[in-house]
């Protein structure tokens, strides 16, 4: 039976059914300090790769990616310099030419991931840009610029790209002093933005995991945060040896795909 007043608000256009479809692609934040395997993991999704380097640590860790087949384009991100007399407008060149760089590649067919390497400091290109400074801002001036950065990382959700963020990580203080631990340095809503928060770590000493394996000095491994929205039964699973990669990361978050559809 047709349900008249359910078919009224479809054919005003402003509505459809919701789909069950899920993309087999993944927004992820990738998390961690200097040294711990942050840009060697983004280069393990699907190519053709496109990464926007603004933190120039390509060098040592792009080359072996590159010698074993993979197609990456890579997007020269220029820092502005926050002490420029013209600090905004160069930001705001910047910021234009990224923008446009970025709708480019979710309109290619032939891009399957984005990286912003780091998505810390393109944060600081949007807040040069519209703030023109990074420091003595007052908390409601960043309404405006908040709602542009939003925007921007959320179209790539209606494409089938991986877009992966790449965040530095800061000391917390309680007042004057380090707490010693770390949290995301960047964009304060990037954990609502994406679709699951990953972790990769290099032992700093053979350490023994929950599970009993062991992970020796110097060895990489990944591990799926608290948030993961697509399937948060997952969250604390930790990968090791040749599962410390991306195409086993989304399989594992993405229930009923295969690692082989994100080689």
Not at 128 to 157: C, I, S, W
């Amino acid at each position: 039976m047709v349900d008249i007043h359910l078919e009224a608000l479809l054919k005003s256009g402003r509505f459809v059914k919701a789909s069950p479809d899920i993309k087999q692609r993944l927004i992820l934040a990738v998390v961690a300090q200097e040294g711990q395997g942050k840009t060697h993991f983004s280069f393990t999704a699907p190519d053709t790769i496109v990464t926007f380097n603004a933190d120039f640590g390509l060098e040592g860790v792009i080359h072996k990616f590159i010698q074993q087949g993979k197609t990456i384009l890579e997007y020269q991100v220029p820092m502005p310099n926050p002490q420029s007399r013209d600090v905004e407008k160069e930001a705001q060149k910047v910021w234009d030419d990224l923008e446009a760089a970025y709708d480019e590649c979710l309109r290619n067919p032939s891009v399957r991931t984005i990286i912003f390497d780091t998505a810390t400091e393109i944060w600081e290109v949007v807040r040069l840009a519209y703030l023109g400074k990074l420091t003595e801002v007052m908390p409601h001036h960043y309404t405006a610029v908040n709602a542009q950065f939003r925007r921007f990382l959320k179209r790539a959700d209606k494409t089938d790209k991986n877009l992966i963020l790449l965040q530095k990580m800061k000391p917390t203080y309680v007042g004057k002093n380090a707490t010693g631990d770390y949290e995301i340095a960047g964009f304060n809503d990037t954990p609502y933005i994406v679709q699951a928060v990953i972790f990769p770590h290099r032992a700093k000493v053979n350490t023994k995991l929950a599970d009993g394996t062991v992970v020796k000095k110097g060895e990489f491994y990944i591990e799926i945060g608290e948030k993961c929205r697509h399937n948060p039964a997952v969250s604390g699973t930790i990968f090791t040896g040749e599962l410390a990669n991306f195409p086993w990361v989304a399989a594992t978050i993405l229930e009923g795909t295969d690692p082989s559809t994100f080689m």
